[in-house]
Every structure is written in C-alpha cells, then in structure tokens.
T-cell receptor, first 114, second 109 residues
Framework: DGGITQSPKYLFRKEGQNVTLSCEQN?????MYWYRQDPGQGLRLIYY???????QKGDIAEGYSVSREKKESFPLTVTSAQKNPTAFYLC?????????????FGPGTRLLVL | GQNIDQPTEMTATEGAIVQINCTYQ??????LFWYQQHAGEAPTFLSY??LDGLEEKGRFSSFLSRSKGYSYLLLKELQMKDSASYLC??????????WGAGTKLIIKP
C-alpha cells in the first residue's frame, strides 16, 4: 500500500525538551515537505527537501531541524528553541518527474505542550 | 508580497450548489490547487488548474482565470459529508505552494 505515514498521531512535549516527528513515504517521491497548521491559518512551510542529504528552510524554520539521510524519510525535530510548538504538523511529498506538481499529505501529528 | 484570499466560512443546504472563491497574488504562477480538509485530518487533493477554464470532476469543478488571479471551486448536489474546510493554494515561480487560510463549509439539512 503506497502512501505517507507520520508518527506519532499525538505527541506531548515538556518545557525544554526536543521531540522528533517521523515522516516516511514509499511513493518514491523526490521532494518532501514539513508544514505547520494553526487554527484559522493557512499551512506554513517549515522545511523542504528535493534530494537526499539536502534541505532548505521554509518560512518558519526557526526552532526546527530536519535531516534527509534516505529518500523515504524526512524527520522533523522540534527543539526547545521553538517557544510556541503547539500545532498540527503535516508532512507532504511529491514527485519531481514530469509535470507531477501535486503534493500528497500524511495523516499529521498533533503536538501539545505539557 | 504573496497572498491568497478566500472567505473564512460559508453555509449551504444539502442538495444545493456552492461556489468558493479564491484570489491570489504570487511572484510567478505555476498553477492553482484545491484541497479538502475534514476536521482533524490531513488535506486531500481535489484539483489542479494551470490553464484558464473550467475542469469538471464529478460533483466538483474548478475554474481558473490567470489574468484575473482568480479561481473558484464549485460543489454540486451537496452532501453532508462535504462539510469540511477547502484550501486554495497557488504554486509560485519557485514551485512552492502559497496557502490560503481555508474556507470552512457548513452544510445544513
């Protein structure tokens, strides 16, 4: 079954703690993205990667870090420097072959601060 | 700057037709997407327009006018399950998606 998986579905963070959100895809997509969604707002891009071992900052990268060691995986770490991390985090991917512009989303991780 | 505008909320009746408008201003343009997002879930792809005109897919149609920076999503024969947020997003010159805040559609019986 091809798709994008994110885990966990819910994640709780304590003050000063780093947490890592998992994103895996078996669609053989080149590009992967992390978005943050807050109530009543559009999706905001945190980081994206178009190739293994390379990634670019999005609009709100401060307080976050990523890695892309494998094509299938693009984990996001929310560091203690991110002062307002409570949000719905969405991972997406798309093929860069031909004119395949559509981004497909994983089910999301909801991060809450204790 | 880059900007996407769409209404915050709309209400319609089951069985009716509703049109959700979206205007965009982006640096370069490589197409316009519509996604559906049910509460607490991830967005799912509905349509992609890059050329002017109307694209029909079953009960859903999407229209684009590049000269006006305008798109709409038309939903026909509304069903209760269509209650969701509808997100408009434009692909800019760097092939990054610029997202609107979404339109919450409420369907009443």
């Amino acid at each position: 079954d091809g798709g994008i998986t994110q885990s966990p579905k819910y994640l709780f963070r304590k003050e000063g703690q780093n947490v890592t959100l998992s994103c895996e895809q078996n669609l053989n997509h080149d590009a992967m993205y992390w978005y943050r969604q807050d109530p009543g707002q559009g999706l905001r891009l945190i980081y994206y990667s178009q190739i293994v071992n390379d990634f670019q900052k999005g609009d709100i990268a401060e307080g976050y870090s990523v890695s892309r060691e494998k094509k299938e995986s693009f984990p996001l770490t929310v560091t203690s420097a991110q002062k307002n991390p409570t949000a719905f985090y969405l991972c997406a991917s798309r093929s860069l072959q031909g004119d395949q512009e559509t981004q497909y989303f994983g089910p999301g991780t909801r991060l809450l601060v204790l | 700057g880059q900007n996407i505008d769409q209404p915050t909320e709309m209400t319609a009746t089951e069985g009716a037709i509703v049109q959700i408008n979206c205007t965009y201003q982006t640096s370069g343009f490589n197409g316009l997407f519509w996604y559906q997002q049910h509460a607490g879930e991830a967005p799912t792809f509905l349509s992609y327009n890059v050329l002017d005109g109307l694209e029909e897919k079953g009960r859903f149609s999407s229209f684009l006018s590049r000269s006006k920076g305008y798109s709409y999503l038309l939903l026909k024969e509304l069903q209760m399950k269509d209650s969701a947020s509808y997100l408009c997003a434009a692909l800019d010159s760097n092939y990054q998606l610029i997202w609107g805040a979404g339109t919450k559609l409420i369907i009443k019986p």
